[in-house]
């Protein structure tokens, strides 16, 4: 069945450094692939979108890859601050609606 | 404008109880989603429904779930008979279903269901 995997384990960062969260994709190729937001206790929030066709997409401090050949998108967040901490999710189109990851948390120290 | 919201946010329930979860949609939202989420897990997706067309139930893990959305607007999620497993955080999300399922979705709060 298809599949998102994202990193389970959280990633800790020092403020002011460039986070990196991974999300595979298997069994199935998504025409695009969306980032969401989550903080505890809340709905996720849409952060960026990035079709197939594109290699790279970027919104302020954000930044995301989709490399078909290693079926895998990169989410980039430079000069992380600690308002950055929260669960990231990444999420791929699928003939009936998102399949989605288990989301990574991200952790930036002051 | 008011975002998505959902009621109860919280509901305890005994095991064999039936419960009725609800959202209110983005006003002129034509796409409703249900997901669920468990401790740790990702989002799982549920039922969609789209304008008036037949909703796609596909991810409803049991006949002990439904879900209806009444004019297009307001959407109930049923759970009959309930077990300790379905205790997990039920999420709904709306979007303007113009683009099918890349469009952005704006999703509510939540429901926190716990299964005594």
């Known amino acids: 069945s298809q599949k998102i995997e994202q990193n389970s384990e959280a990633l800790n960062i020092q403020e002011g450094k460039t986070a990196t969260l991974t999300c595979n994709y298997t069994?199935?190729?998504?025409?695009?692939l969306q980032w969401y937001r989550q903080d505890p206790g809340r709905g996720p929030v849409f952060l960026l979108l990035i079709r197939e066709n594109e290699k790279e997409k970027r919104k302020e401090r954000l930044k995301v890859t989709f490399d078909t050949t290693l079926k895998q998108s990169l989410f980039h967040i430079t000069a992380s601050q600690p308002a950055d901490s929260a669960t990231y999710l990444c999420g791929g189109t699928g003939r009936r609606a998102l399949t989605f990851g288990s989301g990574t948390r991200l952790q930036v120290q002051p | 404008g008011a975002g998505v919201s959902q009621s109860p946010s919280n509901k305890v329930t005994e095991k064999g109880k039936d419960v009725e979860l609800r959202c209110d949609p983005i006003s002129g939202h034509t796409a409703l989603y249900w997901y669920r989420q468990s401790l740790g897990q990702g989002l799982e997706f549920l039922i969609y429904?789209?304008?008036?067309?037949?909703?796609?139930k596909s991810g409803l893990p049991s006949d002990r779930f439904s879900a209806e959305r009444t004019g297009g607007s307001v959407s109930t999620l049923t759970i009959q008979r309930t077990q300790q497993e379905d205790s997990a955080v039920y999420l709904c999300a709306s979007s303007p279903g113009l683009a099918g399922h890349t469009d952005t979705q704006y999703f509510g709060p939540g429901t926190r269901l716990t299964v005594l």
């Open positions: 069994n199935y190729s998504p025409a695009y």
């Open positions: 429904f789209q304008g008036n067309s037949a909703p796609d």
